[in-house]
């Protein structure tokens, strides 16, 4: 009897295509960020190798460190600034930029009560019904970047302004939503 290999007889179960349009963001830290959410990535993973010398080619070998990706979100700013300036203070905190009183008072505090140094961050991935599906939770949440808010008159028509935030973070843990 000739059996065909697995690849060729398995046929997967859910063949909808995945939406970027589905997914939710929540971050404590920065409540305002959540609502004028655009534009959010999954994080990529990165192995780093090493090369076993040999007199023809360098064999690559697995090395011992992952390195994940940056999280990125992009947001619309309101009127008022404040989803930007979210960010903005977080980041002057954390860099002692004015003084060094905000940052000890921010290390005082505990991630899950969304004052402290760093923040959690669940990205919520939906279905093609638009329900849960995937969680994705990012712990240790630090802003390394947050880009410039440029404004130009010379523009014909209104672009609202967006802005970019780049996150690093310890690790990220995901699961399926039952």
């Known amino acids: 009897m000739n059996e065909q290999p697995f690849a060729l007889t398995s046929v997967p179960t859910n063949l909808n295509f995945l939406s970027p349009l589905g997914f939710k963001f929540i971050m404590k830290r920065c409540p305002t960020v959540n ?12 192995l780093e190798m090493v090369e076993e010398p040999t007199p023809f080619v360098n064999i690559p070998i697995e090395g011992d460190h992952g390195k994940f990706n940056n999280l990125i979100a992009t947001f619309q700013v309101d009127e008022d ?87 690093r973070y310890m690790n990220y843990d995901y699961e399926k939503v039952l």
């Open 81 to 167: 600034l404040k989803n930007w300036l979210e960010i903005h203070s977080w980041i002057r905190n954390l860099a002692k930029m004015d003084d060094f009183a905000q940052h000890k008072s921010l290390s005082k505090n505990p991630e899950w009560t969304g004052l402290g140094l760093t923040s959690e961050i669940i990205l919520t991935i939906l279905n093609s019904a638009r329900e849960p599906n995937f969680s994705f939770v990012f712990h240790g949440c630090l802003p390394m970047s947050l880009s410039d808010l440029v404004f130009d008159s010379k523009l014909s028509d209104v672009k609202y302004l967006i802005s970019t935030v780049e996150f």
């Open 35 to 46: 609502y004028f959410l655009h534009r959010i990535n999954i994080p990529g993973i990165t």
